[in-house]
Each structure stands twice: as structure tokens, then as C-alpha cells.
């Protein structure tokens, strides 16, 4: 972290340094149309594309939301607008229905 990080880090949290590792969940109070569906989305995406799987395995990333309409018009079209978006991650699609997106699995 940078010093401004760091302060920012100790101003927020009450602690004097980071856990080294990371934290493993974060917990986020907002309110109403704050963005929170969008970032869960890029979230849900990001570790789809980057996390390490298994050999063989399959690893699924999955929204949730409070009804059937509102995940499929919210929820999965910010999910799907990346990969969209950018030729090199629409070149990992390999699938994609009315409410799911299939990703090439990645060789490392």
C-alpha cells in the first residue's frame, strides 16, 4: 500500500496495519441505487475469468438478486456488458443463453 492508502486503510478500519493475505469478505452498508449490483456483477466476472481452477474442474460465479426479472435485467446484463464490451474477453464466450454466459476455460 501507499502511505495515502495506508492512512486511509488505518482512518476506516481502526487498525494499524493490513492482515497480511488479505481479508476474505468485506462488508459494504449503502443505500438504494448505489451501485452495488453493478460492482457484485464485475465482481462475479472478474473471478470467473481469473480465479485458478482445478484440473478439470468447473467453476461457476453466481448472482443473485430479489426476483427472476430483476437478475436477468440487471444483475446479468451488467455481467454480460464487459464481456461485450471488450473483443478479448468476447472472444472467451463461449456460450451465452437468455440468463447464462459459459466461459472458455484458460490453460495456465
Partial sequence: MTEQQLAMFQAHTGRTVPRPGGYNEAVAIVG????????????????????ERATGADLFALLGAQDARAALRTSFRYA?????????????????????IVLRRVSR
Fill in 32 to 51: 438504494r441505487q448505489s451501485g452495488t449490483t453493478m460492482v457484485a456483477a464485475i465482481v462475479a466476472v472478474f473471478e470467473a475469468i481469473r480465479t
Fill in 80 to 100: 454480460a456488458a464487459p464481456l461485450e464490451a471488450s473483443p478479448i474477453l468476447r472472444r472467451s464466450v463461449v456460450n451465452r443463453t437468455a440468463d447464462t
